[in-house]
């Protein structure tokens, strides 16, 4: 599972990554065992693939969320044997996969999320296999996966016990079906998609790479930072720029109050450089603090300031033009443990122990602000995901079924060193252009910017750790996929099913030891 991860080229392996757990859940008896088996599999996949998430200001948090993600990968394989030792091997198989895609559902949704390893996701270096994700998102993935697993598994199987290579003529044709059959679905539905002629628009994305941990924080440096950005800004842009991509927290690093950001030297100075590109906007990444007044609900991630004046920190994005209209929003998908203390509402004593990775420690808040920049002179309403939000496909979903026509990235990957966090964090926005069929525009402080076509493509990717500045002419799409318009029913489809099943094994159960009971 490790080696099939992007950003590995055997992404195949992925397709009997899973058989040896088909095989022990079958052969060991002993629940103690199985489980640490299971532990000890999932940590070695979590490890090789998402061992950088260690690069932090406290290394070990990297050794605990590596673990804890293996300990609730086993949940779902220890339901399916619980499961399996009551029903019949078809139907426990049918429980395994609507186990998992339930946990990959929860461990969507919950505030302990970390959907880096979702099944789906193995796919994003090759979008030429999963262009159907149009219609699935990565849930199809993720169901495409274990079912090979199961084939590849059953066809094994057959084979200790058949003489020979009969068993490839009975049963080996199964699994090469379930692998064709969507190559070819993928390919039928990009040699079936049309081009558009929706009028395109001008964005510059810059990459300024400034070192996060050294400078970017560091005090009295925002205003030359916004020198810089300003200087590579001027490079590329001319009378036919429409929007202008800076990363994560390019503004206001140290943070500035919601209703003072017109008055702030870094927002008159970029006033001043858009008076000579007035139908120009600048989406950029900013850290900011919104003040509650007293008649106001004040939320658990609150913080007080001389004993009386509440507030929020946010890491938001916001989008600058020639008016006074700033338009801000929040990020809602916050990193556990780094920007947002887990149910902290329960756990109030320990809303300040999130790593400081953004310039303002403790956690962040999650008041909503505007859910996308509306632009209507433009037609083209923005969706920024702020760095791991861009993990969520059903959440970018719901944002293109509000309006979105044109995703951004702003991000700030520098914290993970020159590592595969980078590298894989690239590859998962191509899977969310894939599914809203939207162009992608990422701003990444160290990199990797680019733009990524609708299918998935690539366009002009940046070296990592190299200051860049890069223009392409996008074009804003209005139409809603399959997926955009129902993944909020499909998503929960797996979750549904869990419940009804679990009620099934519960029944079954009861049944069975009332029979035991007459007899």
């Known amino acids: 599972m490790w080696a099939a991860w992007p950003s590995s080229p055997l992404t195949f392996l992925v397709f009997i990554g899973l058989v040896p757990l088909l095989a022990i859940t079958d052969r060991v008896k002993d629940g103690r065992v199985y489980f640490g088996l299971l532990f000890l599999a999932f940590w070695i996949w979590n490890t090789g693939s998402t061992w950088w998430v260690g690069n932090t200001t406290v290394p070990a948090s990297g050794i605990f969320a590596n673990a804890f993600n293996a300990l609730l990968m086993t949940i779902p394989w220890w339901g399916y044997k619980r499961t399996r030792a009551r029903v019949d091997r078809v139907t426990g198989y049918f429980a395994l996969i609507i186990y998992w895609l339930t946990f990959e559902y929860i461990h969507q949704q919950w505030e302990l999320s970390w959907p880096w390893l979702t099944l789906g996701n193995v796919f994003a270096m090759r979008p030429g296999w999963v262009q159907w994700y149009e219609y699935t998102g990565t849930m199809g993935g993720s169901l495409w996966v274990l079912l090979m697993n199961i084939l590849v598994y059953q066809a094994w199987r057959r084979g200790q016990h058949e003489p020979g290579w009969f068993f490839l003529w009975k049963d080996g044709w199964k699994p090469l079906l379930l692998l064709l059959f969507p190559l070819a679905v993928s390919y039928f539905v990009i040699t079936a998609e049309s081009e558009t002629t929706?009028?395109?628009?001008?964005?510059?994305?810059?990459?300024?790479?400034?070192?996060?941990?050294?400078?970017?924080?560091?005090?009295?440096?925002?205003m030359d930072q916004l020198h810089k950005f300003l200087a590579l800004t001027k490079e590329k842009t001319d009378s036919t720029t429409r929007f202008i991509i800076w990363p994560e927290t390019a503004l206001f690093p140290s943070g500035a109050w919601e209703h003072l950001l017109n008055d702030q030297p870094?927002?008159?100075?970029?006033?001043?450089f858009l008076a000579q590109h007035p139908r120009a906007k600048i989406v950029t990444g900013a850290s900011t603090f919104r003040r509650y007044l007293p008649t106001e609900d004040v939320p658990a991630t609150a913080r007080i300031m001389n004993g009386e004046i509440y507030y929020d920190a946010f890491n938001s994005s916001i989008e600058i033009d020639t008016s006074l209209n700033i338009q801000i929003y929040h990020k809602a998908k916050l990193v556990p443990g780094v920007e947002l203390t887990p149910y902290m509402r329960y756990l109030p004593f320990m809303k300040k122990l999130a790593l400081n990775m953004g310039g303002i420690s403790g956690s962040y808040g999650l008041t909503p602000g505007v859910p996308l920049f509306f632009n209507?002179?433009?037609?083209?309403?923005?969706?920024?995901?702020?760095?791991?939000?861009?993990?969520?496909?059903?959440?970018?979903?719901?944002?293109v079924r509000e309006g979105a026509n044109l995703l951004v990235v702003c991000t700030n990957d520098g914290w993970w060193g020159n590592t595969e966090g980078h590298r894989q964090h690239l590859q998962y926005a191509r899977l969310r252009a894939i599914e809203t069929r939207r162009w992608v525009a990422r701003s990444a402080n160290t990199g990797i910017s680019c733009f990524i076509t609708p299918r998935g493509t690539v366009i002009d990717p940046q070296p990592y750790w190299e200051a860049a500045v890069i223009k392409h002419a996008v074009t804003p799409y209005y139409h809603q996929t399959f997926y955009v318009k129902y993944s909020g029913f499909t998503a929960k489809a797996p979750l549904i099913f869990c419940i009804l099943l679990v009620a099934y094994t519960i029944i079954l159960r009861v049944i069975r030891r009332q029979h035991v009971e007459n007899i």
């Open 266 to 272: 870094e927002v008159m100075e970029i006033r001043a």
């Open 376 to 399: 209507p002179d433009e037609q083209c309403n923005i969706f920024t995901a702020i760095c791991y939000e861009s993990v969520y496909g059903d959440f970018v979903a719901e944002k």
């Open 198 to 222: 929706e009028p395109s628009k001008n964005v510059v994305i810059v990459q300024p790479n400034i070192d996060p941990y050294d400078e970017k924080f560091s005090e009295g440096a925002a």
